[in-house]
């Protein structure tokens, strides 16, 4: 059986790296129309032995009237109508901020699974923040790595049982 994936957070924490990474280069190039941003981005995944759909979140980076929050509100919970998991990625390097900690609060609320993934987790800089992590309420943080493909058997590990 298959699922999807959605992958949310605040910009700049790394979703789209992991979204390439896990859809791979052939099918990750579609963001090929100059000025256009798609909301949400959909492709076909595969880890390990798992295929399934991921859908990765953008377009709050775009500078617009509407506030952020809005904006996260509609996105995130359009990504959680469409998905059977979301993964909630946060900056380890950074930590937590207050925008993580109204994403976390969404998805407390609306979605049925999700994974906590504490990005950028290479070096020890990240090791605050993934200790951090734990204080969003969404259980163990994944460490990961999504531009150096460390913590992918974790994070299999942790789609396996959903899947
Ligand atoms: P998005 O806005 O959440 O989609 O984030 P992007 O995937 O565009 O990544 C934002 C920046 O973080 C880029 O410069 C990435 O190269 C960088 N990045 C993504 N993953 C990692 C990681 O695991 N470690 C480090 N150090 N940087 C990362
Ligand atoms: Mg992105």
């Known amino acids: 059986m298959s699922f999807t994936l959605a992958i949310v957070g605040r910009p700049n924490v790394g979703k789209s790296t992991l979204f390439n990474r896990l859809v791979g280069k052939k099918l990750a190039l579609v963001d090929d129309q100059p000025g256009v941003t798609r909301d949400l981005r959909e492709g076909a995944a595969r880890l390990g032995d798992l295929d399934f759909t991921v859908i990765d979140t953008a377009g709050l980076e775009e500078a617009t009237d509407d ?19 979301c993964l909630f990625m946060i900056d380890a390097r950074t930590g937590v901020t207050p ?3 109204v994403f976390a609060e969404i998805l407390r609320k609306k979605a049925d699974h999700v994974i906590l993934a504490a990005n950028k987790g290479e070096g020890r800089a990240a090791d605050a923040g993934v200790i951090e992590a734990w204080n969003l309420g969404l259980g163990e943080p994944l460490r990961i790595s999504a531009e150096h493909g460390e913590g992918m058997a974790d994070l299999f590990g942790a789609l396996l049982p959903l899947s």
């Open 67 to 85: 506030s952020l929050e809005g904006r996260m509100r509609r996105l995130t919970e359009r990504a959680v109508e469409m998905a059977d998991i």
């Open 99 to 101: 925008t993580d900690e």
